[in-house]
C-alpha cells in the first residue's frame, strides 16, 4: 500500500501590530451637574462635504490635587463649566476614509488648560478605523473652549468629545 501524503500544515496569519496604548485615565470625582447646552452654532456657508459632527456632551473635573465637594449643591456653586465649545471647524472627512465607506463615532477626553486650550487628548473609544481617529484627535488639538470656573478663576477640566463620521446615503 501507498503511503497517504501528509496534509500540508496552513501557514498561521501575522499577528496585527497591537495599536501604542493610551495613558490610563485618572479617576474621576463624581460628574458636576450639567449646565443647559447652548444652541449650536452657525457654521460657514464653506463647501464643507463633511458629514455631521456629534454635539459635544462635557464631563468637567476638578484640577488635580483638589478633592471633589462632598454634594452636588457645593459642586454646582463651586465650579461653573459653561458650554465649552467655541465656534470650532468640523473635522475633514477623509477622503480615503470616504472611498472605503468608513464610519464611526470617535470619543476624545480632551483636557483643557485655563487657557481654553487642548493640553492632552486621549481617545475613550474608536471608531474602529486608525484614519478618522487620526483626524478627529488632529482636527480638536486645533479647537478652542471656554475654560471651566471655580470660584471666578478659570481651572483645568476634562471634556469628552464624540465626533461622528457618517457618510450620506
Do not use: C
Not at 29 to 53: A, H, L, W
Amino acid at each position: 500500500p501507498e503511503p497517504e501524503p501528509e496534509p500540508e500544515p496552513e501557514p498561521e496569519p501575522e499577528p496585527e501590530p497591537e495599536p501604542e496604548p493610551e495613558p490610563e485615565p485618572e479617576p474621576e470625582p463624581e460628574p458636576e451637574p450639567e449646565p443647559e447646552p447652548e444652541p449650536e452654532p452657525e457654521t460657514s456657508s464653506e463647501s464643507m462635504e463633511d458629514e455631521p459632527v456629534e454635539e459635544i456632551e462635557e464631563e468637567s473635573n476638578l484640577p488635580e490635587g483638589e478633592s471633589a465637594p462632598a454634594s452636588a449643591a457645593e459642586a454646582y456653586v463651586d465650579a461653573v463649566y459653561e458650554s465649552s465649545q467655541l465656534n470650532n471647524r468640523r473635522p475633514k472627512y477623509p477622503l480615503k476614509a470616504r472611498r472605503k465607506g468608513m464610519e464611526g463615532v470617535v470619543t476624545l477626553q480632551v483636557e483643557v488648560s485655563v487657557l481654553g486650550e487642548p493640553s492632552e487628548i486621549s481617545i475613550l473609544n474608536s471608531s474602529g478605523y486608525r484614519l478618522l481617529d487620526r483626524e478627529a484627535r488632529r482636527t480638536v488639538s486645533r479647537w478652542r473652549f471656554h475654560p471651566a470656573t471655580q470660584g471666578g478663576q478659570p481651572v483645568t477640566s476634562l471634556v469628552e468629545v464624540p465626533i461622528r463620521f457618517q457618510l450620506k446615503g
